[in-house]
């Protein structure tokens, strides 16, 4: 089951990073975190946090977003575990 996650940036010589320059240049770490509803089923938790981390990654960062001329792409780190939190 997938919890959240954050975005990290995948430079062309091949490091990473985790400090992701939003559009005015300023570093920071992009994350999301889904929190199970009162009353929500375990299978529908798993859907709905399923669904928000494949939006998520369709259409997050947008270009908008980033720095003019930043070179790379967006590797995305999944938290995930059971249902159960273990």
């Known amino acids: 089951m997938i919890f ?24 920071g770490c992009w994350t ?3 929190k199970r509803e009162s009353g929500e089923t375990g299978p529908a938790f ?6 928000t ?3 998520l990654v369709a259409k997050w960062p947008d270009p908008e977003s980033l720095p003019p001329g930043l070179s790379g792409e967006p ?4 938290e995930w575990g059971t249902a159960d939190g273990a």
């Open 53 to 55: 981390a494949l939006d």
């Open 46 to 51: 798993a859907q709905r946090a399923a669904e």
């Open 75 to 78: 590797l995305y780190n999944l």
């Open 32 to 34: 999301w975190d889904v």
């Open 4 to 27: 959240g996650g954050e975005i990290w940036w995948l430079r062309p010589d091949g490091t990473w990073t985790a400090d992701v320059p939003d559009a005015s240049g300023v570093e």
